[in-house]
């Protein structure tokens, strides 16, 4: 058996397997913020906690309501404004991927700092 991912489900276009992992995507976020954010700090040092938070709100981001309006649109698309769409589409193309960057670059500033140099070679 295989396991079906989000984007499996999106190729499909099956918005109901969209929506189920979209669900399961927020609850698990939820709870990993949450745990993330009683951590305490790794070796006076802050950077592994907000380097995960950063990633998780980029995560919830995603999950969020732009992505609601997205299967909004699939599931009826007369129904959705084309102003309403595209403002989602402009957030995925423009804003996602400087989320990402800004995730990736405190990534690295946490590996500088506690991990040896080959580990930077190595992408998480």
Do not use: W
């Amino acid at each position: 058996a295989t396991h079906e991912t989000l984007l499996d489900a999106f190729e499909r276009q099956d918005i109901n397997a969209m929506q189920s992992h979209r669900a399961d995507l927020r609850t698990l976020l939820a709870r990993e913020m949450e745990s993330m954010q009683s951590l305490s700090d790794f070796k006076n040092n802050d950077q592994y906690r907000s380097t995960s938070l950063i990633y998780f709100e980029f995560l919830s981001e995603i999950s969020g309501s732009g992505y609601a309006t997205l299967l909004r649109h699939l599931a009826a698309p007369q129904q959705t404004s084309v102003d309403e769409y595209n403002a989602v589409i402009h957030k995925l193309n423009e804003e996602l991927p400087a989320m990402r960057d800004n995730c990736r670059a405190a990534r690295d500033t946490f590996l500088r700092a506690h991990m040896p140099a080959p580990g930077l070679l190595m992408r998480l």
